[in-house]
C-alpha cells in the first residue's frame, strides 16, 4: 500500500511540474507578442538555418537531384553602379528563380 501512495504522490508532482513549463511556456509566448519580439526570433530562427539550405543544396548536388556547382565567376569586366547588380549577381538570381520555379511547378500540377 506505501509503494502505490509513492507512485501516486509522484504522478502528482510530475503533473505539476507540466503543468507549471506549459504555463512558463504560454507566458514568454504572450510577452513576445506584447512585447514585438516575435519577429525577431523568427529572424532568428531563419538566420540560424541559413546553413542548413547550403548544406541540402550540396547534397541535392552530389545527388544529381540539383544542378551541378557553377564555376567562380570572373571579376565583371564594369563596375556596377549603385542600385545595379554586376553579372555574377544577376547570373545567380536567375539561377535562384529557376530553382524555386522548379520546386513550385510540382504544386502548381496538384492544384
Same mark, same amino acid.
Given at each position: 500500500m506505501r509503494n502505490a501512495s509513492a507512485f501516486e504522490a509522484f504522478d502528482r508532482?510530475?503533473?505539476?511540474?507540466?503543468?507549471?513549463?506549459?504555463?512558463?511556456?504560454?507566458?514568454?509566448?504572450? =510577452?513576445?507578442?506584447?512585447?514585438?519580439?516575435?519577429?525577431?526570433?523568427?529572424? $532568428?530562427?531563419?538566420?540560424?538555418? =541559413? $546553413?542548413?539550405?547550403d548544406e541540402l543544396l550540396a547534397l541535392k548536388r552530389k545527388m544529381g537531384l540539383a544542378p551541378p556547382e557553377p564555376p567562380p565567376a570572373q571579376a565583371p569586366a564594369r563596375v556596377a553602379r549603385e542600385g545595379e547588380l554586376d553579372l555574377a549577381e544577376q547570373e545567380e538570381l536567375a539561377r535562384a528563380l529557376a530553382e524555386l520555379e522548379a520546386e513550385e511547378a510540382p504544386l502548381r500540377i496538384k492544384r
Open positions: 508532482m510530475a503533473g505539476k511540474i507540466e503543468q507549471m513549463e506549459a504555463e512558463a511556456e504560454a507566458q514568454a509566448e504572450l =510577452h513576445e507578442q506584447f512585447t514585438g519580439d516575435t519577429l525577431a526570433t523568427r529572424f $532568428g530562427e531563419l538566420e540560424a538555418m =541559413h $546553413g542548413v539550405d
